[in-house]
């Protein structure tokens, strides 16, 4: 009769159904039974052994793990939070940007049509403005205005005529 | 699913956790840092029984919480939140485990000698009668888990320190059974050769008759 190790007990433990020679042979063998019972006992005190150590882990060490963990959520949420509003500005700034490009748009369009009617007249107004204006300035002496009356002697004297070019010194 | 097996004490539940999650969707803080309360411990665990190493697993759990925060609104409430949280953990610890093939191991070293050892990394010291017991196999065992594949150590781990059932690891890993049956049989193989290798030095771990 052939009779089973701990190590070769392990396979029956960790997997029960998957060798029925095994099983069969524990369930009528005392032996290998209560050596299958003390391989059961020694894991499993391996087990509570992993599971006590971690029970006897301070409070303050779950209390620091929560803590690390709602900062870490904490730093996380902002960005998504973020999103939403970054999201509405952005699109409140592009029907911002549309809607000043279409009113100039629309301006542009006015002013054309403006423009095409009115350059004519203005271009006629001015060109007539300016070519009254020149001709009262070509054909009147600015020494002989009224506000320089008075200073016209000064001003002989200071700006006398060269005799031999005729340009009068003083004047540039 | 049913994950009574575990051995660990869990605090009382008071309010359900539909509840909480509800509240914690409306944006109550408080009711999410209660579902950290109440479920931290066992993720601690899982985390701890697959990455072996206390800091890697008190970040795993954290990642876990936080991810789970995030995804809260997508949580269908198919799965209960203890499982669909220890899905998460699972696999975030096996993240953790394949970016270490790239780095190295932390939970053990190579002693002068050479020789790979483990770091014992529980808090307390075990007790006499745990370290008679449990204590030599243990460490064999941790000894042989390091070198399972990933697969293997996530089934064996979720097996042997958390005591699940084939069908619970199978459907915390969206696995079939049967698959996690044929990894599970490959690792206890490894894990025997192992022990085998183990036990003329150790002769109180009985042998055959």
């Known amino acids: ?172 | 699913m049913k994950m009574a097996n575990v051995q660990c004490t869990e605090p009382v539940a008071e309010t359900p956790d539909a509840d909480l999650i509800s509240r914690s969707l409306a944006g109550n803080e408080q009711a999410y840092a209660q579902i950290v309360e109440r479920y931290q411990r066992k993720i601690f665990r899982i985390a701890l029984a697959i990455v072996r190493n206390e800091m890697d697993a008190d970040l795993v759990t954290q990642d876990t919480f936080v991810q789970a925060y995030l995804s809260l609104g997508k949580f269908e409430r198919r799965a209960g939140l203890e499982t669909w949280l220890t899905r998460i953990a699972i696999n975030r610890g096996r993240d953790v485990l394949r970016a270490r093939k790239w780095t190295f191991l932390p939970w053990s070293s190579r002693d002068e000698d050479g020789e790979t050892v483990g770091i014992d990394l529980a808090d307390g010291r075990p007790d006499a009668e745990n370290e008679a017991l449990g204590g030599e196999i243990g460490r064999a065992i941790e000894r042989a888990i390091e070198h399972l594949s990933e697969q293997q150590k996530t089934i064996f781990t979720l097996r042997h320190f958390e005591d699940l059932s084939l069908e619970d690891i199978a459907r915390l890993l969206k696995l079939r059974p049967g698959t996690v049956r044929a990894h599970l049989f490959r690792a206890v193989h490894k894990v025997r050769k192992e022990l085998r290798s183990w036990l003329p030095e150790h002769p109180e771990f009985e042998g055959p008759i």
């Open chain 1, 1 to 172: 009769m052939k009779h089973y190790s701990e190590v070769d007990l392990l396979e029956h433990y960790y997997l029960p159904s998957s060798d029925t020679a095994v099983s069969e042979h524990v369930a009528g063998c005392p032996d290998c039974l209560g050596r299958f019972k003390r391989l059961q006992l020694k894991l499993q005190a391996g087990r509570k052994e992993s599971c006590s150590s971690i029970e006897r882990k301070p409070a303050t060490f779950w209390k620091r793990q929560q803590i690390a963990i709602k900062r870490k959520i904490d730093a996380v949420q902002p960005q998504r939070r973020m999103d939403v509003p970054r999201l509405s500005a952005a699109a409140a700034l592009v029907v911002l940007l549309a809607g000043g490009v279409w009113m100039q748009e629309r301006s542009a369009t006015s002013s054309v049509k403006t423009a095409s009617v009115k350059p004519a007249v203005v271009r006629s107004v001015t060109t007539s403005a300016t070519s009254e204006t020149l001709g009262e300035t070509r054909s009147e002496d600015p020494w002989a205005s009224d506000e320089l009356k008075d200073f016209h002697s000064v001003v002989q004297w200071e700006s006398w005529e060269d005799p031999s070019t005729g340009s009068r010194k003083g004047t540039s």
